[in-house]
């Protein structure tokens, strides 16, 4: 699959062969399709360990002692650590790729938005955490409404940072997370 997201990367999904994923992984073409069937399923293997490596940053998130501000705050770290690091301007392109590819075939986004394990674990991660001093936690409706905030502005925080666009700090996001707190406050 690293194979796959480094070549889909450089080259995009139409253009990405299985014979050079293949020759990057040290594989067969036919070891390819015996496992992934097509390359539709490989992208969407791919796709789905992107969306794992996500998930389990978010259960490690899940101490239920830590306030919402906490875990804010941690998911900015992730943020920042995802964004600065080595491959990072790789795995952002195979993410906008796959995604692209998603929106031409209708198939295709249905079977990954069926992999919601991730918007459940960050509804889950949001739900029941301590908002102020009052002791008021947050419900499922308000960590529902927060949450594609949350996401938006990770994934648009990573681009950002990917890209060279901005210098970001680690402090800068997390700043910014939390000021999403007034949407449910």
């Given at each position: 699959m690293d194979a796959a997201v480094a070549e889909i990367a450089a080259k995009g999904y139409q253009a990405a062969r299985l014979e050079d994923i293949a020759a990057r992984a040290d594989l067969t073409t036919g070891a390819i399709y015996s496992i992934f069937g097509s390359k539709r399923g490989l992208l969407l293997a791919a796709s789905r360990r992107v969306i794992e490596e996500q998930v389990e940053a978010v259960a490690a998130l899940a101490d239920p002692e830590l306030s919402l501000t906490g875990i804010?705050?941690?998911?900015?770290?992730?943020?920042?650590?995802?964004?600065?690091?080595?491959?990072?301007?790789?795995?952002?392109?195979?993410?906008?790729?796959?995604?692209?590819?998603?929106?031409?075939?209708?198939?295709?986004?249905?079977?990954?938005?069926?992999?919601?394990d991730l918007t459940e674990a960050m509804t889950d991660l949001l739900t029941g955490r301590r908002i102020d001093a009052s002791g008021a936690t947050t419900t499922a409706e308000q960590a529902e409404r927060l949450r594609p905030a949350v996401e938006s502005l990770m994934s648009g925080m990573s681009q950002q940072v990917a890209l060279g666009v901005a210098e970001v700090s680690v402090e800068y996001i997390a700043e910014s997370m939390r000021a999403l707190i007034a949407l449910i406050v």
């Open positions: 804010l705050d941690g998911l900015a770290g992730f943020t920042h650590r995802i964004a600065t690091a080595e491959l990072s301007g790789m795995q952002v392109a195979f993410q906008l790729e796959a995604l692209a590819v998603a929106f031409r075939e209708p198939e295709l986004m249905a079977a990954i938005t069926q992999a919601q």
